[in-house]
Nanobody
């Protein structure tokens, strides 16, 4: 199973940027990787997904502001978050799961999770 460790969260003002990192241990080349978030009192939400063979996906509320990417040399997934809004405040989690043939990464059941990193955006 893949081990995931997130970092990069923090407290910022609205309009500012943060970059989250998710360092993976183990083979992830054939994996879907994703960022999820969970705000206090709300359900967990898929934010963005990435794999080497499928298009990246984003939830509508972050399109044009967030960018998911992966550095294969470092086996690290990133989430660049620009123009942050107070509604982006949440615990952000990295997740990984083996890619399924002919299936997108979005909506996949992920079984490897990091511990989470908190993002707080104040107005």
């Amino acid at each position: 199973q893949v081990q995931l460790v997130e970092s990069g969260g923090g407290s910022v003002q609205a309009g500012e940027s943060l970059r989250l990192s998710c360092e993976a241990s183990g083979y992830t080349a054939a994996y879907c990787m994703a960022w999820f978030r969970q705000a206090s009192g709300k359900e967990r939400e898929e934010v963005a997904t990435f794999s080497d063979l499928t298009p990246t996906t984003y939830t509508d509320s972050v399109k044009g502001r967030f960018t998911i990417s992966k550095d294969v040399t470092k086996n690290t997934l990133y989430l660049q978050m620009n123009s942050l809004k107070p509604e982006d405040t949440a615990m952000y989690y990295c997740a990984a799961e083996r890619r399924r043939p002919f299936m997108p990464c979005t909506g996949l059941e992920y079984n490897s999770w990091g511990q989470g990193t908190q993002v707080t955006v104040s107005s």
